[in-house]
């Protein structure tokens, strides 16, 4: 066996694969497929014909949507919840585990193991003291609120991905060489450390993004006022009104989740490229 | 890196762009039932001086108080209502956590459990000054030591409604007992018609059909006046009372009229069944109609009640309605006053009638016309037959109906029997008691 | 730079993460450590009393929360297993040189961008018995019969483990891929000159280098699964009966539906203690593998 043989084989054996791959990526879109084709369609059509191409292209449903639902308002609300989240959650995190990373002390492993409990901690369970908290904080009804759960929330699986990156994928000499310059740790970090981080920055990035975007419960618990409606709330609000006709349900549910639809096409390619570089390096 | 910096510095500034172009829009035309009236008289750029913004939450949608909203909108033009709709299944969750932290709604609509364990924690206004407007059947329900907690609302009830135009077709008439109408679908089924439409995936519906028939068969009965307030208090069971009645009603599932593949249809897929025709006959109450009319504007419908063994007039699960209260620490107590004040009038309860019509107002001196698709109840409303068992049986009640339907929905499944629902049920109830100890 | 000054600017790198993560996070969890063990309740918030470890006593006898159990242990462990197995075959495949990788990958990830709460209603038709039930009405136009996913109590827990994996198995893909890529050629490249196969190459080489993102996705996996609520809620309430209800569910439902604070927060106490444990002997498990394969 010699690998020329091995390399003839397996271009053979992609073909099938590709063939399978593709029926089977079909089939995974058809409820995407479906949810959007619907938009377009009366009630009649989508009974009659569930699966077909929309004959014409009416946008009346989601005209109706985008203004029951004040969407661009809650566009706007969402975008700051969600950057800033995210934001906050890149920068405690990634300089959290970079600590815990590089002193590895009994203090510092009961401190990580004191952030890992929190991925197993139902937080609902202490959804009463919480909800009495922000009210005490007086930031009830505020986007901070929601972006202080999430930041709160967010950094516990950041800072486990972030700090078994550096463990596995930054190197130390660089940062002993700066130490030895007389750098100091800020700067080291930022300078040298954070730069490597890039590839699991992006993953943090995009899971965190998911993660807030998608949260209904700490939203629908501490927003009460339309001025301060996130997306989901707005569909959630609005679901019963136009349940009636579920095909006008279909644009709104489109519109709450095209935003973060277009932004993870728009990045993955990103995503992909960067986690590839940083492999390389690594 | 620079390129996912750039990315994520555009975004707020793409938030602040879409925002400040578009945010003006009250969702003035996006639904049909606004009335061209109120549009006219309180533009939203009414230049009015500084507007009070109360928070109202209910578990029905808004359409079911748009005219009531718009009333407000048009007599109150310094309020704005800022409508929230919680979902029935969290609402309690919701409120309940929101009250405990000392936030919540200003106008909080309750259930008569949920009225009395609020006003014991200090959370509700007094709303005496409003009580001489209502008669007693509607106050009594809402009041505490003699003070009135919430303004009581119109009241609800559900039957059956059915397809007079599919009836017609086939020579049907509406029963008169429960062995007809078990005849009636078996007729209809004969036909090839699907005899009921019941969205069974939710534990009310079996619950209260259920119920109806029990309320005949067994609650109307002089001896058992006073089973349900027992029952509430854990002084009597459900097994060895309910099981002839239960057994009776499970017919039902065992001639096959209700199936097991409800249990995988909601509500709202069970209204669209019965509304275009592809089932006879489905239960459920006034809140319904509009919806129905709305996506068949040409349906045909009558309702008729709950029927037992013995020929009469039937009975109607219903009770006092929604009830509507006042934050205690409201931060716009006048303004929520002035609401309820008036919601507290003839015209006001006109407009919440207008989009729960079949119900009737408690106000002394208003009475509204039923809708002719609510003929077939007639006799049993004048037959005062109007009634829902748990509203007697204490503050836990809305749990042990939760258990009691979910326990249907194993019966009907296949995986339980009659005197398992009994069972499970009265265990809960016990359950409940001693930990309210 | 001294040593000490060192220590203390690391130190402060943990700051800001530790205060929002003790002050949201943990604060209101541990406040129901003591809840649980008075008679705090919807109807009692005030002048709390002790009661000893009577709310913990309590929960065996409730149906409720031992069916919340069961059906979340069943759950986490479908849900680990096959989106770890799924994910990771998916990951090997899209990592071959496919030409339509790209979109590809796309295709399965984009399910992870949807919200639980989009998916529930998404799915709730499309799993339904009625006319807009597209699975259903695909399976009698083939001429079978209609299958009750959500109503049938045998098969609804499973119905929604599917849906759940129709939506993560690209996100646990994602992960996968991101290790496959940082895994060396050379490997490859050696291992095919000393003449192993495919096969023998996924085994010896891949699968071991593969356990970082295996372990991030199971445990995830696993966690999430106990903690499984939103898609629930939406997908099927708990229904039919108690076939569906989880341990948040549950939870849920009994603090908040019920009142009983205490109640709720001594199964919480309950239900932490048992992630914790089942954690930390899946990260255990996944820790000898990697230290064997080394």
């Given at each position: ?97 970079y600590s815990l990373a590089r002193r590895e002390h009994a203090v510092n492993r009961v401190i990580f193991f004191f952030f890992l409990a929190g991925m197993m901690v139902p937080f609902q369970m202490g959804l009463v003291s919480l909800f009495k908290l922000i009210n005490s904080l007086g930031i009830m009804d505020t986007l901070l ?138 | ?337 002035q609401v309820l004040d008036l919601i507290a009038t003839p015209e006001g309860q006109k407009a919440f009638w207008e989009n729960n019509q079949g119900g009737s107002s408690y106000l002394k001196g208003v009475s509204f016309d039923m809708p002719a698709e609510f003929d077939g109840v007639k006799e049993t409303f004048q037959a005062g ?53 | ?83 770890t197995a799924l994910g990771i075959l998916l990951a090997v495949a899209l990592d071959k040189k496919l030409k339509t990788r790209n979109v590809l990958r796309s295709v399965f990830f984009l399910p992870a961008v949807f919200s639980p709460l989009v998916i529930g209603f998404l799915w709730n038709y499309l799993l339904s018995t009625s ?164």
């Amino acid at each position: 066996m010699t690998s020329l043989s091995r390399k003839g084989r397996t271009r053979k054996g992609n073909w099938p694969l590709e063939a399978a791959m593709i029926v089977l990526a079909v089939l995974f879109f058809i409820p995407i497929y479906y949810l959007i084709v619907t938009t377009f369609k009366s009630p009649e059509q989508a009974t009659l014909h569930p699966l077909s191409f929309p004959s014409s292209f009416g946008f009346a449903h989601y005209r109706d949507a985008w203004h029951a639902m004040d969407y661009p308002k809650v566009l706007g609300n969402t975008a700051i919840v969600a950057v800033s989240s995210v934001v906050g959650i890149i920068l405690f995190s990634s300089m959290a585990a970079y600590s815990l990373a590089r002193r590895e002390h009994a203090v510092n492993r009961v401190i990580f193991f004191f952030f890992l409990a929190g991925m197993m901690v139902p937080f609902q369970m202490g959804l009463v003291s919480l909800f009495k908290l922000i009210n005490s904080l007086g930031i009830m009804d505020t986007l901070l609120a929601v972006i202080c759960v999430n930041i709160g929330g967010g950094v516990v699986l950041a800072i486990f991905l972030f700090k078994s990156f550096i463990e596995t994928s930054v190197p130390l000499e660089l940062e002993e060489a700066a130490f030895i310059d007389g750098a100091s740790v800020q700067r080291t970090f930022w300078l040298i450390a954070f730069p490597l981080l890039t590839p699991v920055t992006a993953t943090v990035a995009i899971l965190s993004t998911l993660n807030v975007w998608n949260d209904f419960l700490n939203p629908l618990l501490f927003l009460q006022s339309r001025d301060n409606s996130l997306i989901l709330l707005e569909v959630y609000r609005n679901i019963g009104q136009f349940s009636v006709d579920w095909t006008s349900l279909f644009p709104m549910l489109l519109l709450g989740v095209a935003p973060l639809m277009i932004f993870y096409l728009v990045m993955q390619k990103y995503i992909i490229k960067g986690v590839a570089a940083g492999a390389l390096k690594g | 890196m620079r390129q996912l910096k750039a990315i994520w510095l555009a975004l707020p500034v793409l938030a602040l762009a879409v925002t400040g172009c578009g945010s003006n829009g009250n969702n003035g035309n996006s639904n049909a039932a606004a009335s061209p009236d109120t549009s006219a008289s309180a533009s939203p750029s009414a230049p009015s001086g500084e507007k009070v913004k109360i928070r109202m939450a209910y578990w029905n949608k808004e359409t079911t108080v748009q005219s009531l909203l718009d009333l407000i909108k048009q007599k109150l033009p310094n309020i704005e209502i800022e409508y929230q709709f919680i979902e029935n299944a969290q609402y309690d969750n919701i409120i309940g956590t929101q009250l405990a932290a000392g936030s919540g709604p200003d106008i909080i609509s309750v259930g008569p459990p949920a009225a009395t364990q609020y006003n014991k924690l200090g959370y509700l206004a007094d709303l005496s000054s409003l009580a001489d407007r209502f008669s007693d059947a509607g106050t009594s329900v809402y009041s505490v030591d003699g003070k009135l907690v919430a303004l009581p609302g119109i009241s609800w009830f559900e039957g059956i409604y059915y397809n007079k135009e599919i009836f017609a077709k086939y020579g049907l008439k509406p029963p008169k007992t429960f062995e007809e109408e078990l005849q009636l679908h078996e007729d209809l089924k004969k036909n090839g018609v699907k005899p009921q439409a019941m969205g069974a995936k939710s534990f009310e519906p079996m619950m209260k059909s259920s119920m109806g028939l029990i309320m005949n068969e067994f609650l109307s009965q002089s001896a058992n006046k006073d089973f349900d307030a027992k029952y509430g208090k854990g002084e009597t069971t459900l097994e060895g009372n309910w099981n002839a009645g239960l057994e009776k009603w499970s017919e039902l599932i065992k001639r096959g009229y209700l199936t097991n593949d409800m249990l995988g249809i909601d509500y709202d897929q069970a209204l669209d069944e019965f509304a275009t025709g592809k089932a006879a006959m489905w239960e459920s109450g006034p809140w319904a109609l509009e919806a129905i009319k709305q996506k068949n504007p040409n349906i045909q419908l009558d309702m008729f009640p709950f029927y037992g063994s013995a020929e009469g007039p039937g009975w109607l699960i219903g009770g006092p309605g929604v009830g509507f209260a006042a934050n205690a620490h409201s931060k716009n107590a006048d303004a929520v006053m002035q609401v309820l004040d008036l919601i507290a009038t003839p015209e006001g309860q006109k407009a919440f009638w207008e989009n729960n019509q079949g119900g009737s107002s408690y106000l002394k001196g208003v009475s509204f016309d039923m809708p002719a698709e609510f003929d077939g109840v007639k006799e049993t409303f004048q037959a005062g037959n109007v009634y829902a068992p748990w509203n007697n049986w204490g503050g836990s009640a809305s749990s042990i109906i939760e258990d009691y339907g979910k326990a249907l929905q194993e019966l009907l499944g296949g995986k339980s029997d009659v005197s398992s629902v009994l069972k499970t049920t009265d265990k809960t109830t016990a359950r409940l008691l001693q930990l309210n100890k | 730079m001294n040593r000490t000054a060192r220590e203390f600017q690391y130190g402060l790198f943990l700051i800001p993460a530790f205060l929002f993560y003790v002050l949201f996070c943990v604060y209101p969890f541990a406040t129901m450590f003591y809840y649980s063990l008075t008679d705090y309740s919807i109807a009692k918030q005030t002048g709390l009393h002790f009661v000893g470890f009577r709310n913990f006593s309590e929960i065996a006898h409730y149906d409720l929360l031992l069916a919340g159990i069961k059906n979340s242990l069943i759950y986490a462990v479908l849900m680990t297993v096959f989106q770890t197995a799924l994910g990771i075959l998916l990951a090997v495949a899209l990592d071959k040189k496919l030409k339509t990788r790209n979109v590809l990958r796309s295709v399965f990830f984009l399910p992870a961008v949807f919200s639980p709460l989009v998916i529930g209603f998404l799915w709730n038709y499309l799993l339904s018995t009625s006319d807009a039930g597209l699975i259903n009405r695909a399976l009698t136009s083939i001429g079978l019969d209609k299958v009750n996913f959500l109503g049938d109590s045998d098969l609804a827990l499973y119905a929604v483990v599917f849906t759940q994996l129709w939506q993560w198995t690209g996100w646990a893909m994602v992960i996968f891929l991101a290790n496959l890529q940082s895994i060396s050629k050379d490997y490859y490249e050696a291992a095919a000159i000393d003449g192993a196969t495919s096969s023998q190459q996924f085994w010896r080489i891949t699968l071991p280098l593969l356990q970082p993102s295996v372990s991030v996705v199971s445990v995830t996996a696993m966690i999430g699964g106990l903690k499984v609520f939103d898609i629930v809620m939406s997908l099927t309430g708990g229904g039919p009966g108690n076939a569906t209800q989880t341990i948040m569910t549950a939870y849920i439902k009994t603090s908040f539906d019920e009142g009983f604070y205490s109640f709720g927060a001594a199964y919480g106490v309950v239900f932490f203690g048992a992630v914790l444990v089942l954690t930390m002997l899946l990260m255990q498990l996944l820790k000898k593998w990697g230290g064997s394969n080394r």
